[in-house]
């Protein structure tokens, strides 16, 4: 595959042609906050969080669906991006209702983590507090959407790794919903499998196993790279 050359804070580095820019930073050791990128899967470009500064370009580039070009010059750091990245996660916040402090996933959550990270430590937008449900109705696993992200990842799981895509994405903007099979409970889907993927790859507390106490979830965002690579060499046990 060709290579080619980039500068990335002032760095010039090599990468491969078809290699998105995301995973030439990453490669540089420079830690990119993400939210909807898991490797593993398919790049959807939806929460915004890697977005980088472009030479040449007045808009920001979500690094995760950008392919790297010959003499491209990228910004990872800046005051510019640090407003928005944190803006980003204060959205996201007052999207939904994220109260850490009844969540099974407060301490364990990637959102409550960028909050940190950023120093989010109160919203300057007004909270829309919507009446979402929780449904509960599968044997073993809950998804309660006042949690809900929408980075898409556990349908893309189930879609891409699980390969039953029982889990989508229904609406539009705030009203965005993920929903079972044609929004149906979850108890009904005929397609879902139980195997618990999607749970594994949430990054909040929006999907749980039932029962789970507070402070013992430890999710698994590895699995979908650890299978799609064992997949690929057929090595089960590694
Ligand atoms: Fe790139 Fe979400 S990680 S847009």
Same mark, same amino acid.
């Given at each position: 595959?060709?290579?080619?050359?980039?500068?990335?804070?002032?760095?010039?580095?090599?990468?491969?042609?078809? &290699?998105?820019?995301?995973?030439?930073?990453?490669? &540089?050791?420079?830690?990119l906050?993400?939210?909807?990128?898991l =490797?593993?899967? $398919?790049?959807?470009?939806?929460?915004?969080?890697?977005?980088?500064?472009?030479?040449?370009?007045?808009?920001? *580039?979500? $690094?995760?669906?950008? *392919?790297?070009?010959?003499?491209?010059?990228?910004?990872? *750091?800046s005051?510019?991006?640090?407003?928005?990245r944190?803006?980003?996660?204060?959205?996201? /916040?007052?999207?939904?209702?994220?109260?850490?402090?009844?969540?099974?996933?407060?301490?364990?959550c990637?959102?409550?983590?960028?909050?940190?990270? /950023?120093?989010? =430590?109160?919203?300057?937008?007004?909270?829309?507090?919507?009446?979402?449900?929780?449904?509960?109705?599968?044997?073993?696993?809950?998804? =309660?959407?006042?949690?809900?992200?929408?980075? +898409?990842?556990?349908?893309?799981?189930?879609?891409?790794?699980?390969?039953?895509?029982?889990?989508d994405?229904?609406?539009?903007?705030? $009203?965005?919903?993920?929903?079972?099979?044609?929004?149906? %409970?979850?108890?009904?889907?005929?397609?879902?499998?139980?195997?618990?993927?999607?749970? &594994?790859?949430?990054?909040?507390? +929006?999907?749980?196993?039932?029962?789970?106490?507070?402070?013992?979830?430890?999710?698994? %965002?590895?699995?979908?790279?650890?299978?799609?690579?064992?997949?690929?060499?057929?090595?089960?046990?590694?």
């Amino acid at each position: 595959m060709a290579e080619v050359t980039l500068t990335i804070d002032n760095e010039k580095v090599s990468a491969r042609e078809g &290699q998105n820019l995301l995973q030439v930073i990453r490669e &540089q050791g420079i830690d990119l906050p993400t939210l909807c990128h898991l =490797d593993g899967l $398919s790049e959807r470009g939806g929460c915004r969080l890697c977005v980088v500064e472009v030479e040449g370009s007045s808009r920001l *580039a979500a $690094s995760c669906v950008t *392919a790297v070009r010959e003499d491209m010059r990228v910004t990872t *750091a800046s005051d510019r991006l640090l407003r928005y990245r944190r803006m980003l996660v204060e959205l996201l /916040f007052a999207e939904r209702n994220h109260v850490c402090s009844v969540c099974v996933m407060n301490g364990n959550c990637e959102l409550q983590s960028l909050a940190t990270r /950023f120093g989010v =430590d109160h919203l300057r937008y007004e909270p829309l507090y919507p009446r979402l449900p929780t449904d509960a109705s599968h044997e073993k696993y809950t998804i =309660d959407h006042n949690r809900c992200v929408l980075c +898409a990842r556990c349908v893309r799981v189930c879609d891409e790794v699980e390969g039953v895509h029982t889990l989508d994405i229904m609406g539009r903007g705030v $009203s965005s919903r993920i929903i079972n099979d044609l929004n149906q %409970p979850w108890r009904a889907s005929r397609t879902c499998t139980a195997c618990g993927k999607c749970v &594994q790859v949430c990054p909040t507390g +929006a999907l749980y196993i039932k029962e789970t106490l507070s402070a013992h979830v430890e999710k698994r %965002p590895d699995l979908p790279r650890r299978i799609v690579d064992a997949r690929k060499k057929r090595v089960w046990n590694s």
